[in-house]
């Protein structure tokens, strides 16, 4: 347990669905994360969020839209993904995003399948 | 960004001292190095951080010699259950940037 929780843990979804992840840290930080982890290539950093801004991956596709109601909470929002979006995505909390390099709590991540 | 280049797999035996050596020749002056360790359907897990020399904690020791182009994990006597995905992390402050290695996959026999 690393007080970040994902929900739901797996889901299946068409191209023309919309769902939303969800994340929770119960650790009183300032900055949260979203990674993608595809099979055989390295974990990527797709959106950092903390109390000052939003920093995003500029090769995010747009169909990806995140949000911070508050700093304990995240979502990922999905619309009209494609099959190659299939992926596990991981949540993340640290307590500083000014320091990107402290260390991150992940989540246990929620495996994606687009259909 | 820095690139990191870790070696996909390595094996070893119980009790073993394994040590993983990533390679980040573009290693920028602000850039720390951050090792995670992930099992099968969990999220990876921090075991260590350093920005140069040697740093040890209660589970693993980090040594990055004085040019920083590379750093090297090493888990002393492995167990069974340190069979994992290792992966180098080169954070970059400045940028908000970071860039995470394969991974090595450590699989560790009886």
């Known amino acids: 347990e690393t007080g970040v929780t994902q929900t739901p843990r797996h889901l299946v979804m068409g191209m023309t669905n919309k769902k939303s992840l969800k994340c929770e840290q119960h650790?009183?930080?300032?900055?949260m994360y979203w990674y993608k982890q595809s099979a055989k290539k390295p974990l990527e950093l797709m959106f950092v969020?903390?109390?000052?801004?939003?920093?995003e991956n500029n090769s995010v596709p747009s169909r990806f839209s995140p949000e911070c109601p508050n700093s304990s909470h995240l979502f990922l929002h999905l619309h009209t993904l494609q099959p190659e979006d299939s992926a596990l995505y991981l949540c993340a909390s640290s307590q500083d995003s000014r320091a990107i390099y402290n260390e991150q709590f992940f989540g246990p991540g929620t495996r994606l399948t687009v259909l | 960004l820095a690139k990191t280049t870790q070696p996909i797999s390595m094996d070893s035996y119980e009790g073993q001292e394994v040590n993983i050596t990533c390679s980040h020749n573009?290693?920028?002056?602000?850039?720390?190095i951050t090792w995670y360790q992930q099992f099968p359907s969990q999220g990876p897990r921090f075991i260590i951080q350093?920005?140069?020399t040697k740093v040890t904690n209660e589970v693993a020791s980090l040594f990055i010699p004085a040019d920083r182009k590379s750093s090297t994990l090493s888990l002393p006597r492995v167990s069974l259950s340190d069979t994992a995905v290792y992966y180098c992390l080169v954070a970059n402050t400045g940028r908000r940037a970071l860039t995470f290695g394969s991974g090595t996959r450590l699989q560790v026999q009886p």
């Open positions: 573009n290693i920028a002056t602000n850039d720390y």
């Open positions: 350093g920005y140069k």
């Open positions: 969020y903390s109390l000052e801004e939003r920093v």
């Open positions: 650790l009183g930080h300032n900055a």
